[in-house]
């Protein structure tokens, strides 16, 4: 969104004075216009504003604060292997050959496990079925399917298995548009992102 005045608009000189000034005025654009000497113009960043929550009932109010927990502790690390993933891509499509890319890959799902190892194994179940929904949000992909892509059928498979001992499906989706409980993640979701909880 846009919009332009000239109306009233401090100089170049007072706006670098400080006074604390510059740093008010920041997202102030100002410009030579055709409507006179300067023109002023204010970006604004998305805004995204939710109803407000109402419970049905106590149950439904501890999901939710469950949620917001999870979810806090999740999205860092959605965000970071999204990152990961696509670092991973680019730079594995510069080696020449399959059996190259395969052989880094191996040491890298290696690597990755005993980095990440002792983190995942203090998250609680719903924790880390949380950050299986959280990576689908971030890569709109199931985290099944980036194992597949990466690691072949048998290895996406063994990991599946590995995940359902353990009560987390890496075949997950996440579908906010269509599944309340979805809906309510990505509420929260947006809110952490946007410093809001």
Same mark, same amino acid.
Request: glycine content about 6%; some cysteine.
């Given at each position: 969104?846009?919009? *332009?005045?000239? @109306?009233?608009?401090?100089?170049?000189?007072?706006?670098?004075?400080?006074?604390?000034?510059?740093? &008010?005025?920041?997202?102030?654009?100002?410009?030579?216009?055709?409507?006179?000497?300067?023109?002023?113009?204010?970006?604004?960043?998305?805004?995204?504003?939710?109803?407000?929550? =109402?419970?049905?009932? %106590?149950?439904?109010?501890?999901?939710?604060?469950?949620?917001?927990?999870?979810?806090?502790?999740?999205?860092?690390? @959605?965000?970071?292997?999204?990152?990961?993933?696509?670092?991973?891509?680019?730079?594995?499509?510069?080696?020449?050959?399959? %059996?190259?890319?395969?052989?880094?890959?191996? %040491?890298?799902?290696?690597?990755?496990?005993?980095?990440?190892?002792?983190?995942? =194994?203090?998250?609680? %179940?719903?924790? &880390?079925?949380?950050?299986? =929904?959280?990576?689908?949000?971030?890569?709109?992909?199931?985290?099944?399917?980036?194992?597949?892509?990466?690691?072949?059928?048998?290895?996406?498979?063994?990991? *599946?298995?590995?995940?359902?001992?353990?009560?987390?499906?890496?075949?997950?989706?996440?579908?906010?548009?269509?599944?309340? =409980?979805?809906?309510?993640?990505?509420?929260?979701?947006?809110?952490?992102?946007?410093? *809001?909880?």
């Amino acid at each position: 969104m846009h919009a *332009q005045t000239t @109306a009233s608009i401090p100089s170049a000189e007072e706006i670098e004075a400080g006074g604390g000034r510059k740093r &008010a005025l920041e997202g102030y654009y100002f410009f030579d216009g055709d409507e006179g000497p300067e023109t002023l113009m204010l970006v604004l960043g998305e805004v995204t504003v939710f109803p407000p929550l =109402k419970f049905k009932n %106590k149950k439904e109010e501890q999901f939710y604060w469950k949620t917001v927990r999870d979810v806090r502790k999740t999205l860092p690390y @959605a965000k970071l292997i999204c990152e990961t993933l696509i670092e991973t891509y680019e730079y594995i499509e510069t080696f020449p050959t399959q %059996k190259e890319r395969e052989e880094h890959l191996k %040491k890298m799902e290696g690597a990755v496990f005993e980095q990440y190892k002792p983190v995942l =194994k203090k998250f609680t %179940k719903s924790q &880390a079925q949380m950050l299986i =929904k959280l990576i689908n949000r971030e890569t709109n992909q199931s985290s099944y399917n980036i194992l597949k892509a990466f690691l072949g059928s048998f290895r996406a498979g063994f990991w *599946q298995t590995f995940g359902r001992f353990f009560g987390v499906n890496l075949k997950t989706t996440y579908n906010p548009d269509k599944d309340r =409980k979805d809906a309510i993640i990505e509420r929260v979701a947006t809110m952490v992102e946007l410093g *809001q909880l």
